[in-house]
């Protein structure tokens, strides 16, 4: 089974700096993709940034970008110029590309509760 | 907008209470999610339907049943409600395509979740 592990319960940064949540992921896929949620107050999750592990270029989305490690299966978040509205918590989550049948859902991890400091 | 709405953003009920969530999508998507959340435990996923009438069991189906009468709803049911099931539920849906890289790679879009409390 797949597992998805993010280590930092909690994070906090100076508005304007640069902050980076890590993920790990056990797989023995080959072909899968890998995402961030962000969930703020308001509950609502919304995609932030998708990676698929057939592409070696790392995604980028506007101020937000993923360092994809995918031998060492890491898969680490950058805010870079943070906001006060990017204050959420933020979930990765692993799908397998393909399988078989039907649409599996997706595999989060714990989450990281990021706090922005003004 | 894709919209994915859930029938209550709070509800309370009784240990024993038979209990029905409602998630409505309004996008024609194929496949619709439920999943639950917890602290501490992030997101977990109960059911999942990939059609009218179909189901698949997820990663804790237990103590839970789905239904998916209408390609746009799908209902979570709580047979028979207990203490251990208060928590956050939240509903996804997406598109799927034929090829099942395309149904991977389709972002899942959530409702804002129902927090159940059981007493």
């Known amino acids: 089974a797949q597992t998805v592990t993010q280590s930092q319960p909690e994070m906090s940064v100076q508005e304007a700096e640069t902050v980076t949540l890590s993920c790990t992921y056990d797989?023995?896929?080959?072909?899968?993709?890998l995402f961030w949620y962000k969930q703020p107050p308001s509950r609502q999750m919304i995609l932030v940034i998708r990676?698929?592990?057939?592409?070696?270029q790392n995604a980028t989305e506007n101020r937000f970008s993923v360092n994809f490690q995918k031998a060492a299966k890491s898969f680490s978040l950058k805010i870079s110029d943070s906001q006060l509205g990017d204050a959420a918590m933020y979930f990765c989550a692993y799908r397998i590309m393909y399988s078989g049948g039907g649409a599996d859902g997706l595999t989060f991890g714990k989450g990281t509760h990021l706090i922005i400091q003004p | 907008d894709v919209k994915v709405t859930q029938s209550s953003r709070y509800l309370v009920k009784r240990t024993g209470e038979k209990v029905f969530l409602e998630c409505v999508q309004d996008?024609?998507?194929?496949?619709m999610f439920w999943y639950r959340q917890d602290p501490g435990l992030g997101l977990r996923l109960i059911y999942f339907s990939y059609d009218v009438k179909m189901k698949e069991k997820g990663d804790i189906p237990e103590g839970y049943s789905v239904s998916r009468e209408k390609k746009e709803r799908f209902s979570l049911i709580l047979e028979s409600a207990s203490t251990n099931q208060t928590s956050m539920y939240l509903c996804?849906?997406?598109?799927?395509?034929?090829?099942?890289?395309?149904?991977?790679?389709?972002?899942?879009?959530f409702g804002p979740g129902t927090r159940l409390t059981v007493l």
């Open positions: 996008m024609d998507h194929e496949n």
């Open positions: 990676q698929e592990a057939y592409k070696q």
């Open positions: 996804a849906s997406s598109r799927g395509l034929a090829g099942g890289y395309a149904r991977a790679y389709n972002e899942q879009f």
């Open positions: 797989t023995s896929e080959s072909d899968y993709y």
